[in-house]
């Protein structure tokens, strides 16, 4: 079935995809809400500090040592290494982009590289 049929049919069914619109960040929770102002699920902080998100997954830091990615109902995506990914800076789609050093690294929420260029 190709994708514009699969579309279709979930608009004709009334199926929406579920995805993330905002991250309400307070002392001892993060709330995540869908696109329709829905709350999806509710985080701890002391889970790790909140790196940033986009519609697809959030990335949440663990101590120093860990960065990991999760998907819109918090299933654990890719457990990353803090010592290879450097400093998050930025989320968007299905990516994150990292310094370290040097270099920016673009990986997916899936903890693949996808490129590495020089910092300038």
């Not at 809400?33 to 790196?51: A, F, H, P, V």
């Not at 690294?105 to 899936?110: A, C, G, S």
Request: glycine residues 10%.
């Amino acid at each position: 079935m190709t994708i514009v049929a699969c579309l279709f049919l979930l608009s004709v069914v009334g199926i929406k995809a579920q995805s993330i619109s905002h991250i309400e960040t307070t002392k001892n929770w993060y709330y995540i809400y869908d696109q329709d102002g829905k709350k999806i699920r509710t985080l701890s902080t002391s889970q790790g500090k909140l790196e940033g998100y986009s519609s697809s997954f959030y990335i949440i830091k663990q101590g120093r040592a860990f960065f990991i990615t999760y998907d819109v109902n918090g299933k654990r995506l890719h457990t990353f290494g803090a010592s290879s990914v450097g400093e998050i800076l930025g989320v968007a789609g299905d990516t994150f982009t990292s310094r370290m050093g040097p270099w920016i690294y673009t990986w997916t929420k899936d903890g693949k590289k996808k490129s590495t260029r020089s910092a300038k």
